[in-house]
């Protein structure tokens, strides 16, 4: 299910069959599509607050199978199909109605919703006489129309008072959800955010899979799991990791368990669509995102002589900028000097490469990488535990940070003294620790036992010219 608003599809894609029959596939442009649906579906002597009615539920059922995937996250090539058994009539090459053309043009950026949903309304629909359904009644229409009522008045009685009709909703290129690349630890973003979200839903339908409780776009320990298990329950290959097949049955079975392809829609909130990570990151920006970035720039600046290194103050400054080109320069991206999404990745990918060279060998150093994992309440791991000697290192001198033991379980106490951490030294206080806050305790640590920052990119092993 895509990530966002949902938009007017520029074109969309039409199966001229029933699903699994051998048909052909015909790609038009979304208005033409509506007008070839309305002329197909009704007649055009019928009242125009009738067609205007039907109008809306035809544009509005096409846009929630766009929407939901409803046939792509299965598989199929297409959209939506021809066949009245299963979507609305489509005949290729049709004779279009003049007035239902018009009518057409008018109303294909508008689609009804449920009051407090995001997702245009499965608007089911039937003729009303030879077929009846729980949703709109096409010959039903015309007699409210000869009542007097008008198009919003009609779609109110067959679908409740709780619906709203958006208007001038954007037009855009139709896209897939996927977002290109494999999902996998320690990645963050909105596409991250929605695997949670969908997951955490999904459970209370199949309770085997554990619950990833906060949803912080961030790809941990938890959310491995949670993709596990729902690989194991649904027969896809168990890698933990996010590819296209496993992203797609998420959307399906999270489609099917909400009934968002249905009349009675459990719905998809404001919150859950909302995005909460940048789009890309450039000059004048500032922020924990800016910090992560120049944290994976200075590591991967010590390892790499032509990578120009940075220092992390939270600043997207000139110095920033300049350190992004060069990465940009090495790894064969366009040198805009900005972070989008594939610079973003490339960084997060050189990084972990460098982490997963060099030995966690606490005997020799034992102010370490970030893990490139954000680590947050109920984590395990040897990662936990080195936190847990650096935040009760640094009680000694700051006690308002409490002490904890080394027990390497990301708990209930070790959440308060990073909480206490973040509050002290003014980060955001989630109780989460990323690259940003991860750097902030271990230079504070290394500051106080050593006399100097012994961070370990600052005296790497090697160096990639």
């Known amino acids: 299910m895509p990530v966002g608003e949902p938009y007017i599809p520029r074109t969309i894609t039409v199966h001229l069959g029933k699903p699994d029959e051998d048909a052909d596939n015909v790609t038009v442009s979304f208005p033409d599509y509506i007008k070839n649906v309305l002329s197909s579906e009704i007649y055009p002597t019928w009242p125009e607050t009738s067609i205007r009615a039907n109008a809306y539920a035809i544009v509005t059922f096409a846009l929630n199978r766009i929407y939901t995937e409803w046939y792509r996250a299965r598989g199929y ?66 007699t409210l129309a000869e009542q007097g009522k008008t198009p919003y008045e009609i779609l109110q009685y067959y679908y409740g008072d709780n619906i709203d009709i958006v208007k001038n909703a954007p037009v855009l290129t139709n896209t897939p959800s996927y977002p290109g690349f494999v999902l996998e630890l320690g990645y963050s973003g909105d596409p991250v ?3 949670q979200i969908q997951l955490n839903r999904i459970s209370r339908n199949f309770p085997a899979i554990p619950k990833i409780g906060d949803v912080s776009g961030d790809f941990d320990f938890i959310t491995e799991e949670a993709v596990r298990v729902f690989q194991q329950v649904f027969g896809l290959p168990v890698t933990g990791a996010v590819n296209e097949a496993t992203w797609y049955q998420i959307a399906y079975i999270y489609i099917s368990v909400k009934n968002l392809a249905e009349l009675n829609s459990e719905g998809v909130s404001q919150e859950e669509i909302e995005r909460q990570f940048t789009g890309t990151l450039e000059i004048g920006m500032q922020g924990q995102n800016v910090r992560t970035i120049q944290y994976y720039l200075a590591v991967i600046g010590a ?18 900028e300049i350190s992004v080109k060069s990465f940009q320069q090495v790894f064969g991206l366009p040198t805009t000097g900005i972070v989008d999404d594939r610079t973003w990745y490339s960084l997060f990918d050189a990084y972990t490469g460098i982490v997963e060279s060099v030995p966690l060998d606490t005997s020799q150093n034992d102010v370490v990488l970030y893990p490139g994992v954000v680590l947050r309440e109920g984590t395990t791991s040897e990662y936990v535990r080195l936190l847990q000697m650096y935040l009760s290192y640094i009680h000694e001198t700051y006690p308002e940070i409490p002490a904890v033991n080394n027990t390497g379980y990301f708990g209930p106490m070790t959440k308060a003294s990073v909480l206490a951490f973040q509050s002290l030294f003014g980060y955001p206080e989630s109780g989460v620790v990323g690259a940003a806050l991860w750097n902030a305790i271990t230079s504070l640590y290394s500051d106080l036992k050593y006399g100097y920052n012994k961070q370990p990119y600052q005296a790497p092993g090697y160096i990639i010219t």
Do not use: M
């Not at 390892?303 to 920033?320: D, H, K, L, R, W």
């Open 77 to 142: 090539p297409f959209d939506i199909t021809s066949s009245t058994q299963f979507d609305q009539k489509y005949i290729y090459g049709r004779e279009i109605f003049e007035n239902v053309g018009q009518i057409a043009d008018e109303l294909f950026r508008s689609y009804i919703r449920r009051q407090g949903s995001v997702e245009p309304l499965f608007s089911a629909f039937c003729n009303g006489t030879t077929s009846t359904c729980d949703g709109l009644s096409q010959w039903g229409t015309v």
């Open 193 to 195: 955010r929605t695997i």
């Open 303 to 320: 390892y790499y002589a032509a990578v120009q290194p940075v220092s992390i103050t939270g600043y997207f400054g000139a110095q920033t």
